[in-house]
């Protein structure tokens, strides 16, 4: 990951090829947008909204294990390219702090792009935040075939 | 967890609890519903809708975990009583199977309810499904002064 | 895992397969036991020696994921055959109360056994205890070609 | 983690206090080296030994796994100070890449540390290797009354 290599789609690309094959995360209202992409490697905002809130007002850990999910498609596509049915087949997320009231950024990378199996790492923090509120480590099942 | 002991709440009043605590759950469609309740443990029911799709045609990743992580909330509500900030500390899934076009079934128990953490376990299956699409294992953080 | 099938190995035969493949598992002390094997699952016992304590006489945190790798490792070879390459990709293991100074005995099954993937799950208890003091799942893959 | 405080014990007292309260870790043969201390962070090296070996003549997942946990061990003391009854409650590890029959080095970091829980992160590297061959994240539990 330490080559400057890029990314097999681009940002302009990459956003509207997420449009196009998962319309289901802007349901309701658009929260996820792809600020950065680099070969297996990004960076996802989480809009604040209401509806992901939690008892206690804050955010709930199910919108920051979405945004980690979908964070970690992102970064495996830009590295393996339009895989569309490249599955998660195991996620873990350490809940450190209590998120503000504000956006969430999810800084993605991918720890190994195999063949197979890609793994990656998410650190999510708020908005204006120095310190994580979540830690995340997920790894991916590729089809075989997949372009690298 | 083998002794015969009452839940916290019963399921009336768990439903109740979580509706006036928890309204964030149903934001744009109610898909979960409370089944089963017993003493740190419990049984949800994630009903079908086209808002939990991914690429593929089948319930994303993230769905699966909302659904776990509110089982593991509710059977920790169960054990504990009225704590609404019990929070997640951590959660790990394992996908197994592809699921149905279908409801989500998730069986959850405490494997530990502890003075300051519990830990649960959460199966997933697809309704009329025989094998587990998901698995799941979490540890949530009891406030201090929490009762029994 | 629920139709009697036989274990593509049987007792003795795993015992005599995992002396030749897995020396090393025995290097100081045997403690290391397989009790019992089925398709997809076994029970294996780790005898108490003190060189598995750790700071407050307990079991070590190392000994306990040692024993559940290892019983997951003969839990994949009782499903899929003489695989010795088959590899853990992932295990996540959470301690949930302070085994006595006693041997552990580990009860493994698959939750799934697939062509490139197992997935399976460990209960760790103390001798003589009735709550787990720990449970792990993890993730094998298995070299293609593997035999079922 | 990027004040540059102290540790809570220096390189030479975490190393005699270490063989005063864990001499199991030596059992049999040295090869855990602490060779860094830093606050909340540490970098551990597991001397190449073939009691380490499993099939395929590859370091065990085993032996990966006692080396993370026992660089969290240490990242704790170095922020908490002399609490050996700190305890591992989850940790959860992804196999990367095959280890090379080497020493592996461990690089540790505490992405929290609280009052109740500290998180941290190991990255484990052959020697010599580039590429990490396993990442984990794991969760220790610091008895009441720990000093910082």
């Known amino acids: 990951m330490t080559k400057p290599r890029l990314p097999a789609l681009d940002l302009e690309t990459m956003r509207d090829y997420i449009d196009e094959i998962f319309p ?7 929260t996820l947008f792809i600020e950065a992409v680099a070969h297996g490697a990004c960076r996802i905002r ?3 909204h209401p509806k992901h809130l939690r008892p206690g007002g804050t955010l709930s ?12 498609y992102v970064a495996v596509l830009s ?3 339009r895989e ?3 599955v ?9 702090r209590k998120p503000d009231k504000a956006d969430l950024v999810a800084e993605c990378r991918l720890l190994k792009a195999g063949k197979r199996l890609c793994v990656g790492e998410v650190t999510i923090t708020s ?6 509120v ?6 991916f099942s590729v089809p075989p075939g997949a372009r690298d």
């Not at 850990?61 to 970690?72: E, I, Q, S, T, V």
């Not at 908005?127 to 994580?132: C, D, L, R």
């Not at 979540?134 to 790894?139: D, I, P």
């Open 24 to 30: 289901e995360i802007h349901h309701s209202a658009r």
């Open 46 to 48: 989480m809009r604040y």
């Open 61 to 72: 850990g199910a919108a920051m294990m979405m945004l980690a999910d979908f964070a970690l």
């Open 79 to 81: 590295a393996v390219g």
């Open 84 to 86: 569309p049915l490249a």
């Open 88 to 96: 998660t087949t195991n996620l873990s997320i350490n809940f450190l």
């Open 127 to 132: 908005e204006g935040g120095e310190e994580p």
């Open 134 to 139: 979540a830690h995340v480590t997920g790894t």
